[in-house]
T-cell receptor, first 114, second 107 residues
Framework: DAGVIQSPRHEVTEMGQEVTLRCKPI?????LFWYRQTMMRGLELLIY????????DSGMPEDRFSAKMPNASFSTLKIQPSEPRDSAVYFC????????????FGQGTRLTVV | GIQVEQSPPDLILQEGANSTLRCNFS?????LQWFHQNPWGQLINLFY???GTKQNGRLSATTVATERYSLLYISSSQTTDSGVYFC?????????FGKGTSLLVTP
């Protein structure tokens, strides 16, 4: 398996623009997680899905952030409108059965909002 | 979620030295993983170790679930071991990460 695939790897956008990050989990994994990494806050969970259904979105910072999982092989994280404080590395991860199994991370998307 | 504390925050080693990294949890976990974030930012799985001891080459890990801590041992360190080491655990479904140990191995 190719692992968790994220795109784009790097994104530079202007404040106020819409940004869409994409993730393809490992085939057969039922859980998908979105994390954000910043120097100040470290790695923090934004939202996770089980069988394409959002289970916990309490980590989503505000209404400007939204995430969807239309099918088992694709998820998006959207920021609209983007702000400079959204600049971070966004990771997607997947695991077969949530906490009882190992989670694997994608290579991340480095987002810069100017 | 649970609180995860890692120590030390920073570590500098000379190549060939051994080290022990520690991770403490505020509650009992049903999942515990160690990751290495390389200089390119990639999170590499090292161990999935909710309890017991595992070894992989020069690295080994031990988790004592009843006492809420885990240890990562690095033996005969190499410059390629540099980076940030994270432990992460959960009592639910999503991992909570510590702040990491930043390791620099010098030639």
């Amino acid at each position: 398996d190719a692992g968790v695939i994220q795109s784009p790897r790097h994104e530079v956008t202007e404040m106020g623009q819409e940004v869409t990050l994409r993730c393809k989990p490992i085939s057969g994994h039922d859980y998908l997680f979105w994390y954000r990494q910043t120097m100040m806050r470290g790695l923090e969970l934004l939202i996770y899905f089980n069988n394409n259904v959002p289970i916990d979105d309490s980590g989503m910072p505000e209404d400007r952030f939204s995430a969807k999982m239309p099918n088992a092989s694709f998820s998006t994280l959207k920021i609209q409108p983007s702000e400079p404080r959204d600049s971070a590395v966004y990771f997607c991860a997947s695991s077969p059965w949530g906490a009882l199994t190992e989670a694997f991370f994608g290579q991340g998307t480095r987002l810069t909002v100017v | 979620g649970i609180q995860v504390e890692q120590s030390p925050p920073d570590l500098i080693l000379q190549e060939g030295a051994n080290s022990t990294l520690r991770c403490n949890f505020s509650d009992s976990v049903n999942n515990l993983q160690w990751f290495h974030q390389n200089p390119w930012g990639q999170l590499i799985n090292l161990f999935y170790i909710p309890s017991g001891t595992k070894q992989n080459g020069r690295l080994s890990a031990t988790t004592v679930a009843t006492e809420r801590y885990s240890l990562l041992y690095i033996s005969s360190s190499q410059t390629t071991d540099s980076g940030v080491y994270f432990c992460a655990g959960t009592t639910g479904y999503a991992l909570n990460f510590g702040k990491g140990t930043s390791l620099l191995v010098t030639p």
